[in-house]
């Protein structure tokens, strides 16, 4: 059983920064990409960033590029969402997500999730 719990959300002002954290258990967690998804009151789940098993590569949906770093720490078991210059469209519940796959494809290739912690940016 894999278990993903993020933590790190929170109420910011435009143009601050946040970093989110998720830590997995249940597996080696070397084995798994991840990724961070976000769903916005009344939008579909979007696949934000991800990152591979190795952590030699990533991927960044187009509005947060120059912006968002994924990162992770194998040791920890733990994957990082730093978040910089965020906007009143970054506000959304964030997801982490753990892929079987080395690096997924798209965001239809990730097998488990957590529940989410919420992030809200004022204007």
């Known amino acids: 059983q894999v278990q993903l719990v993020e933590s790190g959300g929170g109420l910011v002002q435009a143009g601050d920064s946040l970093r989110l954290s998720c830590v997995v258990s249940?597996?080696?967690?070397?084995?798994?990409?991840m990724g961070w998804f976000r769903q916005a009151p009344g939008k579909e789940r979007e696949y934000v960033t991800g990152i591979s098993s190795s952590g030699g590569r990533t991927y960044y949906i187009g509005s947060v590029q120059g912006r968002f770093t994924i990162s992770r720490d194998n040791a920890k078991n733990t994957v990082y969402l730093q978040m910089n210059r965020l906007k009143p469209e970054d506000t959304a519940v964030y997801y982490c997500a753990a892929s079987r796959r080395t690096m997924p494809a798209g965001g239809y290739e990730y097998n488990y999730w957590g529940q989410g912690t919420q992030v809200t940016v004022s204007s």
């Open positions: 249940g597996r080696p967690f070397s084995s798994y990409a």
